[in-house]
């Protein structure tokens, strides 16, 4: 099983991107996607999770009205629009999997066993 993320890089405070993760993972649809950061000296934290079925979404409080979760199942891609960037999103945002047999599974913050690497975003001021 294998992540990949992409799209991260340099943006002003009020800016947006968009980060991407391909998932090489069989069937797409049973694998709830989730993206988490991490800033320096700062724990790992859960910024935002899609269902396999791609219509169940959770975000931390902090992101929430800022960033939108979508996938696209045809193409094994989740997507994380970012917009209204603070300095403080500055992190590695790494995306990971887990298995589930429903594609309507109830979504977590933790228990996600398959990683990507991350990509690197930083929001000036």
């Known amino acids: 099983v294998q992540l990949q993320a992409s799209g991260g890089g340099l943006v002003q405070a009020g800016g947006s991107v968009r980060l991407s993760c391909v998932a090489s993972?069989?069937?797409?649809?049973?694998?709830?996607i989730a993206w988490f950061r991490q800033a320096p000296g700062e724990d790992r934290e859960f910024v935002a999770a899609i269902s396999g079925s791609g219509d169940i979404t959770k975000y931390a409080d902090s992101v929430k009205g800022r960033f939108t979760i979508s996938r696209d199942n045809s193409m094994n891609t989740v997507y994380l629009q970012m917009s209204s960037l603070k300095p403080e999103d500055t992190a590695v945002y790494s995306c990971a999997a887990r298995w589930t047999s429903s594609t309507r599974a109830t979504l977590t913050t933790s228990g996600y066993r398959y990683w990507g690497q991350g990509t690197q975003v930083t929001v000036s001021s």
């Open positions: 993972v069989r069937p797409f649809s049973h694998y709830p």
